[in-house]
T-cell receptor
Framework: KAGVTQTPRYLIKTRGQQVTLSCSPI?????VSWYQQTPGQGLQFLFE???????NKGNFPGRFSGRQFSNSRSEMNVSTLELGDSALYLC?????????????FGEGSRLTVL | AQSVTQLDSQVPVFEEAPVELRCNYS??????LFWYVQYPNQGLQLLLK??????LVKGINGFEAEFNKSQTSFHLRKPSVHISDTAEYFC????????????FGKGTRLSVIA
């Protein structure tokens, strides 16, 4: 069974640009969560989607948005990039039902904002 | 307030020595508990989890953790570490109230010294 796939793995942008990151979950998983990882803050929750609906949202500005498609693939978008948006963005999937809470992570997309 | 605290940001230890990585949480509701490991330039991999039952949980790579409800702790242990255990370790908590996301501690960097 293929794991969670994130693209691109690395990207460099300049301030003011926007970026779109993609995540393909494990087959059969209907929930996708996104986290931002930085050295100072650790892993911070961005949002979770389940069956194309945003089920939960973290404390990030409106520049951060996401969506999920009918095949459970998800994208997140960051507009008007700031230097502080440089981070590893991790996507994780789960079956989405049942209370176990275990997440399966991709390898992440490393964004550098210059 | 619900929170997760990893008391040590860095833990150096000699090869073949035992190690304990500490994790405490604050919660007024029941919890599920997890430890994840992150190797350089990779995503997070589940080491072990506690959902219910025996408070001593065994995971992969020889790691184990013990859930202590009275002390609200879930410390990770390994009796003898290897160089290959060098990585960052994250404690995570699912608070069982509503549909809350998985909350992570800030991580502990384990460095195994030859």
């Amino acid at each position: 069974k293929a794991g969670v796939t994130q693209t691109p793995r690395y990207l460099i942008k300049t301030r003011g640009q926007q970026v779109t990151l993609s995540c393909s979950p494990i087959s059969g998983h209907r929930s996708v969560s996104w986290y931002q990882q930085t050295p100072g803050q650790g892993l911070q929750f961005l949002f979770e989607y389940f069956s194309e609906t945003q089920r939960n949202k973290g404390n990030f500005p409106g520049r951060f948005s996401g969506r999920q498609f009918s095949n459970s693939r998800s994208e997140m978008n960051v507009s008007t990039l700031e230097l502080g948006d440089s981070a590893l963005y991790l996507c994780a999937s789960s079956p989405g039902t049942g209370p176990t809470g275990e997440l399966f992570f991709g390898e992440g997309s490393r964004l550098t904002v210059l | 307030a619900q929170s997760v605290t990893q008391l040590d940001s860095q833990v150096p230890v000699f090869e073949e020595a035992p190690v304990e990585l500490r994790c405490n949480y604050s919660s007024s509701v029941s919890v599920y508990l997890f430890w994840y490991v992150q190797y350089p330039n990779q995503g997070l991999q589940l080491l072990l989890k506690y959902l219910s039952g025996s408070t001593l949980v065994k995971g992969i790579n020889g790691f184990e953790a013990e859930f202590n409800k009275s002390q609200t702790s879930f410390h990770l242990r390994k009796p003898s570490v290897h160089i290959s255990d060098t990585a960052e370790y994250f404690c995570a908590v699912r608070f069982l109230a509503g549909n809350t996301p998985l909350v992570f501690g800030k991580g502990t960097r384990l460095s195994v010294i030859a």
